[in-house]
């Protein structure tokens, strides 16, 4: 990976939209360089871009293959297996990265639950798949207040979990323990399991 000046999370999309590298803005890696400080500034400057299309995922999209013949700025899409995400999820039943993820077979690096609609179900689908290690009673504190009520104790002794914190919410999704006592999330949806 040390060729490459950025390395994104592989979206899922091959539209002409995401093209030609499906990267997904929600994860990425930046080197520190000339040519990302570049792409990154003309980013900033594409808030009309935005703004009309609605999405800054577009807008870096556009800027990363414009950028790569403008500046030789070099792309890497990262393999869906180690860097899954919201398209293996919701998306791609057939690709066995997620029962590999379910059954402890494979740990990816990262999971990062995009292609979802908004934060209260990216929290059910992530405690569903094992994915969660903050307890309720952080999950919707700011940071300050987070400090506040933690006194002397460190954050992440009074807010996070070693163990995963593991909820059923939709029999029909994929997740790390059986729901098959759970509602489908989809209408006549069979169990995942």
């Not at 000046?5 to 590298?21: H, I, K, T």
């Amino acid at each position: 990976y040390s060729k490459f000046d950025v390395l994104f999370q592989d979206d899922g999309a091959r539209s002409l939209r995401y093209a030609p590298y499906s990267a997904n803005s929600g994860f990425y890696f930046a080197r520190q360089n000339s040519r990302t400080r570049h792409l990154f500034t003309s980013l900033l400057y594409s808030g009309d871009f935005i703004a009309k299309t609605g999405s800054h995922q577009q807008a870096l999209s556009a800027l990363l293959a414009e950028h790569s013949s403008l500046t030789g700025l070099t792309v890497k899409t990262l393999n869906t297996h180690d860097f899954p995400g919201g398209w293996n999820y919701h998306r791609n039943k057939a690709n066995p990265t997620l029962r590999e993820m379910m059954t402890n077979k494979h740990v990816p690096v990262i999971f990062h639950m995009c292609w979802t609609l908004n934060k209260d179900d990216k929290l059910k689908y992530l405690k569903q798949i094992g994915q969660w290690h903050v307890h309720e009673k952080c999950e919707k504190d700011n940071f300050v207040d987070m400090v506040d009520r933690s006194g002397e104790e460190p954050i992440s002794t009074s807010c996070c979990a070693a163990d995963p914190i593991i909820t059923c919410f939709y029999r029909d999704k994929p997740s790390i323990v059986p729901c098959n006592d759970s509602p489908p999330i989809d209408k006549g949806a069979k169990s995942w399991w």
